[in-house]
């Protein structure tokens, strides 16, 4: 299998033999969610997979998603409240509710910058957009609203709350966060997922908060909210992989638009060979059921078919019933979707971008590989990005990357057909490094035929990159 799969840890799979079964089943990115608990629950959850990491020899990747600024209410009185289509209530700050002009609940909001130039006529979400409200009076400006339910539904205290196409500046990076990444740090994660982006800024404190431990891992950019997709490109540029996270994306935008956005999101990506993970609600039924729903596969290949290098199950694996199925029923749809896309593709993908030298030498490996028989991709990467333009191509056959180091391992597990493996300083030449993992490795059997990518040494030139490709025989 090509497509990763990444696992949420949760109840349902904490349990060392449980998370064996994962892993047999193709999970190689596990997921810790950081909106429920700190860094430390989970130093059990990481010395268990690094277990499995000497049991199996397989590199896997330990994500920290971190919890970011979830926007929600206060007390509600009297609540749980049923509320019909047409009913009335109040959003404002608190203190606010003492006197108001009309019957209905009071919704308080403790953040002014979320109410800050809000107007007659703006929608309001709250429960996961279960509950849907329009603004039709402005009370006090940025203080007090008048709010009229568009459908029925049940109003609780301390639900989440979005205001769908209103500009919000809150930084992504919270308090809880920048402890939670410095613990996560010390804990040992690979990786660390950013929730509720805005622009590129909201990625750089991120960063600067792990440089300051003198650390570098991938940060995996979480696309939840329309200023994110707005500020796209920008934030490509600083990212390491994105996620797009349908279920908060799906409240910021019209859900008719949820599947062109995803589709322009991947191909966003793909021009640029960055990992792209599919999330949310993939395989949600077998939270309970021992099968997916047909639309469900559908979903799952049709993210494959479009480019994704990786689909998550959140609730599939964390809490449900059925989570080693939930990765084998995955693994399934993906094998299927993967060989039909391969089929139609009928040979490497040309790189969109004209002029790149390490794109065009990344092509022209596979290129070689398909027309020589190769059954193997073999490259030398210290930062991911050579295995990442190997991996855009699509190739027929697996890619095996080597790197020295543990930090691209954790990046290069979110690439679709790479396989990591870390590597030994010596020999020196990058080049000597893969004709000796060829030798020695059990996947390459005694006479086939792989291609290397490496880069060594040039004159005239100090920085080392990608600049050969060999054809080798075992």
Same mark, same amino acid.
């Given at each position: 299998?090509r497509?990763?799969?990444?696992?949420?840890?949760?109840?349902?799979?904490?349990?060392?033999?449980?998370?064996?079964?994962?892993?047999?089943?193709?999970?190689?990115v596990?997921?810790?969610?950081f909106?429920?608990?700190?860094?430390k629950?989970f130093?059990?959850?990481?010395?268990?997979?690094?277990?499995?990491?000497?049991?199996t020899?397989?590199?896997?990747?330990?994500?920290?998603d971190?919890?970011?600024p979830k926007?929600r209410?206060g007390?509600v009185a009297?609540?749980?409240l049923?509320i019909?289509?047409?009913?009335?209530?109040?959003?404002? !700050?608190?203190?606010?509710g003492?006197?108001?002009?009309?019957?209905? *609940?009071f919704?308080?909001?403790? =953040? *002014?910058?979320?109410?800050?130039?809000?107007?007659?006529?703006?929608?309001?979400?709250?429960?996961?957009?279960m509950l849907?409200f329009?603004?039709?009076?402005v009370?006090?400006?940025?203080?007090?609203?008048?709010?009229?339910a568009?459908n029925?539904?049940?109003?609780t205290?301390?639900?989440?709350?979005?205001?769908?196409?209103?500009?919000?500046?809150?930084?992504?990076?919270?308090?809880?966060d920048?402890t939670?990444?410095?613990?996560?740090?010390?804990?040992?994660?690979?990786?660390?997922?950013?929730?509720?982006?805005q622009?590129?800024?909201?990625v750089?404190d991120l960063k600067?908060e792990?440089e300051?431990?003198?650390?570098?891992? *991938?940060?995996?950019?979480?696309?939840?909210? =329309?200023?994110?997709v707005?500020?796209?490109?920008s934030i490509?540029?600083?990212?390491?992989?994105?996620?797009?996270?349908?279920g908060?994306?799906g409240?910021?935008?019209?859900?008719s638009?949820?599947?062109?956005?995803?589709?322009?999101?991947?191909?966003a990506c793909r021009?640029?060979?960055?990992?792209?993970?599919?999330?949310?609600?993939m395989l949600?039924?077998?939270v309970?059921?021992p099968l997916?729903?047909?639309?469900?596969?559908?979903?799952v290949?049709?993210?494959?078919?479009?480019?994704?290098?990786?689909v998550?199950?959140?609730?599939?694996?964390?809490?449900?019933?059925?989570?080693?199925?939930?990765?084998?029923?995955?693994?399934d749809i993906?094998?299927q979707?993967e060989?039909y896309?391969?089929?139609?593709?009928?040979?490497? =993908?040309?790189p969109?971008?004209?002029?790149?030298?390490?794109?065009?030498?990344?092509?022209?490996?596979?290129?070689?590989?398909?027309q020589?028989g190769?059954q193997? !991709?073999v490259?030398?990467?210290?930062s991911?990005t050579?295995?990442?333009r190997?991996?855009?191509r699509r *190739?027929?056959?697996?890619?095996h990357?080597l790197?020295p180091?543990?930090?691209?391992?954790?990046?290069l597990n979110?690439?679709w057909?790479?396989?990591?493996?870390?590597v030994?300083?010596?020999?020196?030449?990058?080049?000597?490094r893969?004709? =000796?993992?060829v030798?020695r490795?059990?996947?390459v059997?005694?006479?086939?035929?792989?291609?290397?990518?490496?880069g060594e040494p040039?004159?005239?030139?100090?920085d080392?990159?990608?600049?050969q490709?060999?054809?080798?025989f075992?």
């Amino acid at each position: 299998m090509r497509t990763k799969i990444v696992a949420t840890v949760g109840p349902a799979t904490k349990n060392p033999e449980v998370m064996r079964a994962l892993v047999d089943a193709g999970v190689r990115v596990f997921r810790l969610n950081f909106s429920h608990s700190g860094a430390k629950a989970f130093v059990p959850v990481i010395r268990n997979i690094r277990a499995l990491e000497r049991e199996t020899g397989l590199a896997l990747t330990v994500m920290a998603d971190l919890s970011g600024p979830k926007l929600r209410i206060g007390e509600v009185a009297g609540s749980p409240l049923n509320i019909e289509k047409g009913g009335t209530a109040y959003l404002g !700050l608190p203190g606010r509710g003492a006197k108001l002009p009309g019957e209905g *609940p009071f919704i308080s909001l403790d =953040q *002014p910058e979320l109410l800050a130039g809000l107007a007659a006529g703006m929608p309001v979400n709250l429960s996961d957009g279960m509950l849907q409200f329009s603004v039709t009076r402005v009370l006090i400006p940025d203080e007090l609203f008048e709010i009229t339910a568009l459908n029925p539904g049940l109003l609780t205290s301390h639900k989440g709350i979005v205001f769908p196409g209103k500009s919000i500046i809150i930084p992504a990076l919270t308090a809880k966060d920048r402890t939670d990444i410095q613990e996560a740090l010390d804990a040992g994660i690979d990786a660390a997922a950013l929730s509720f982006v805005q622009n590129a800024q909201d990625v750089r404190d991120l960063k600067a908060e792990i440089e300051a431990r003198r650390r570098w891992i *991938p940060i995996i950019v979480k696309l939840e909210r =329309q200023q994110a997709v707005d500020n796209l490109e920008s934030i490509l540029d600083v990212a390491d992989a994105v996620m797009v996270a349908r279920g908060d994306l799906g409240q910021e935008c019209p859900l008719s638009k949820l599947p062109i956005i995803q589709k322009q999101i991947i191909q966003a990506c793909r021009l640029r060979d960055k990992p792209v993970i599919v999330a949310t609600q993939m395989l949600l039924s077998m939270v309970s059921n021992p099968l997916p729903t047909r639309a469900e596969t559908t979903d799952v290949a049709n993210a494959i078919l479009d480019g994704a290098d990786c689909v998550m199950l959140s609730e599939e694996t964390a809490i449900g019933r059925w989570p080693v199925e939930a990765v084998q029923a995955m693994r399934d749809i993906a094998e299927q979707a993967e060989a039909y896309a391969l089929a139609q593709a009928g040979g490497p =993908q040309r790189p969109e971008v004209e002029g790149d030298p390490e794109r065009t030498l990344a092509y022209c490996a596979c290129l070689l590989a398909e027309q020589t028989g190769a059954q193997h !991709l073999v490259c030398h990467t210290r930062s991911g990005t050579t295995a990442q333009r190997v991996s855009g191509r699509r *190739p027929r056959q697996p890619i095996h990357a080597l790197t020295p180091g543990r930090e691209a391992l954790g990046l290069l597990n979110f690439s679709w057909g790479v396989i990591p493996h870390k590597v030994a300083t010596k020999p020196e030449s990058h080049l000597g490094r893969c004709q =000796q993992f060829v030798d020695r490795s059990a996947l390459v059997a005694a006479g086939e035929c792989v291609v290397i990518t490496a880069g060594e040494p040039t004159p005239g030139r100090r920085d080392l990159h990608t600049n050969q490709v060999k054809v080798y025989f075992k």
